[in-house]
């Protein structure tokens, strides 16, 4: 089973954390709307193993996406 914590703050922003030794492969219930990717802890950047998730995610009310094993994603709508 996959391990997965999701936080939504409204329609503002979402946080997804994959808190397995796998990757997760997920969909997640995202209000509708366009989000960017402020911080990934997969990125090379934080010695991650490099970062699969897109930078703009656009929602219908819900996204997929696949994080890293112990690994967070942050998207923020713009302007939030």
Known sequence: AQRVLLVRRGK????????GPQAC???????????RRVLSSAASAWNGPGDSTPEVVESAGEARSRLEPYSFVVYAAPGA
């Open 12 to 19: 503002r922003a979402w946080f997804a954390f994959c808190l």
């Open 25 to 35: 492969e997920v969909t997640l219930p995202i209000a509708p709307g366009t989000y």
